[in-house]
């Protein structure tokens, strides 16, 4: 069986490597299209998918010619919501107008029914996969659903698969938000057959816009235990050095678009700063950290002991590192979780309540004092002992391994009966 997989950034890249390398492993092929602003060349899983037998990985600048690029990308522009919030928004506005859906579809149909053409001519079955598409993604819904359309007509399965996780068990987390009703930018993962996400927190914002035979709850595959253990066997030479201190802490930040309340960040930082024998990472998000207050404090880049890491140092390689996470709601710490690392939900520090305060409230940093008593527990007493293992064990088992522990090949099973529908 074949699928062509379609990846644009380092969540989705991050999240489906594991099911395309299970798929593979199944001895099925494929083709992956990167379809991103940014290449990945030299990226670890890029690099360990190009290596697998039965994978043909190629961005989609080098399969088309250059002008037939240009118009996908310009049109691309012309239809993503960063193109409107910057200063070219109302010229990007008319422009969109003047170069109207009619007008667009021709390189739409053209850039469609080439890469069907290319990963399908000479099989009779098969499947299409994206990762979760929203109506704001930085990709052109527009083009997708035309893509889809014309794929489950030629009989291909079409699937969205998990490019995340659900950090958050509350809904008005980002600027903006004021209303508790359901979130239509969910609602475009309606064009496709399936629509795949890894637990139940995740399904509530997909459950208005579809029902139960198309929303499919099947668990983590980036933090499945499967995957967990070949990604150390996957992962590069760590830069980072353990020194002698005492305690090593990582500050995982969100987006800047969350409602996150940066004065308290900024007083956290230093106050665990000023405890002696303490190091402290904090990592920007891939995507937007330069947007972050934080990441500009000049008061935080002269500690001695506080460092801010550049994107080119993965988040395992933090994880590895650091003796404790401080979480702003991110799913990178659900890794630490599984591994019985501390993970400190520092929900206070946030618009939102997170997963892991809910499933493990020993876990939840309410207010200041909660930062320093925590921080003062670690140096004295080691970090031994922090989880109530009742509630990792539901955790786990809620959001990580909702369909067994065999999720990987739960996903491949799901990827087969799409590529056998016709």
């Known amino acids: 069986m074949k699928a062509l997989f379609f990846l644009r950034h380092y969540n989705d890249i991050d999240h489906i490597t594991p099911v395309i390398a299970k798929w593979v492993e199944r001895g099925h092929i494929c083709d992956i299209v990167m379809i991103g602003k940014k290449r990945f060349d030299g990226d670890y899983r890029i690099e360990f998918l190009k290596k697998l037998d039965g994978v043909r990985l190629a961005h989609l600048q080098d399969l088309l010619s250059f002008p037939e690029f240009t118009k996908w990308r310009l049109q691309t522009l012309l239809l993503v919501r960063s193109s409107y919030s910057s200063f070219l928004g109302p010229l990007v506005k008319v422009l969109a107008q ?24 000479d ?13 704001n993604s930085e990709i052109c819904v527009e083009w997708v659903e035309i893509l889809i359309g014309i794929a489950r007509n030629q009989g291909l399965g079409t699937i969205s698969l998990p490019h995340g996780d659900s950090p958050h068990a509350s809904q008005l987390i980002r600027r903006g938000e004021w209303q508790l009703k359901p979130d239509t930018s969910f609602s475009a993962a309606g064009m496709f057959d399936k629509v795949v996400v890894p637990n139940e927190l995740c399904a509530k914002r997909f459950r208005p816009f579809m029902d139960d035979q198309k929303l499919i709850v099947l668990g983590s595959p980036r933090y499945s235990e499967e995957w967990l253990a070949k990604l150390a066997t996957l992962m590069p030479s760590s830069p980072l050095v353990r020194s002698d201190s005492q305690l090593k802490i990582v500050i995982f930040l969100r987006k800047a678009n969350f409602t996150t309340f940066w004065e308290e960040v900024s ?31 000049t008061a935080l880049r002269r ?35 599984r591994g019985g690392k501390p993970v400190l939900a520092a929900d206070y520090l946030h618009a939102g309540r997170s997963a892991a305060a809910m499933y493990m ?55 087969e009966s799409l590529a056998e529908r016709k």
Not at 311 to 319: A, C, G, P
């Open 123 to 135: 099989v009779g079955k098969g499947v299409v996969v994206f990762d979760w598409i929203e109506r």
């Open 361 to 415: 409230p020993e876990t939840e940093l309410r207010c200041r004092d909660d930062v320093y008593e925590k921080i003062n527990e670690f140096l004295t007493s080691g970090c031994q002992s922090y989880y109530v293992e009742l509630h990792r064990q539901r955790f786990i088992k809620e959001m990580l391994d909702v369909s067994g522990a065999e999720v990987l090949s739960h996903y491949v099973a799901l990827l």
């Open 267 to 297: 007083e956290v930082v230093q106050m665990i700063a000023a405890f002696p024998g303490v190091e402290l990472a904090i990592k920007p998000h891939t995507r937007g950290g330069w947007k972050q207050s934080l990441t500009k404090d």
């Open 303 to 337: 500690l001695a002991n506080v460092v801010m890491i550049e994107d080119s140092i993965h988040s395992v390689h933090l994880l590895q590192w650091a003796d404790v996470i401080i979480d702003l709601a991110t799913s990178v710490a659900y890794e630490a979780i």
């Open 98 to 121: 003047v170069y109207n859906a009619k007008r667009r579809e021709a390189t739409w149909l053209r850039t469609t029914r080439y890469l069907l053409e290319r990963s399908f001519s």
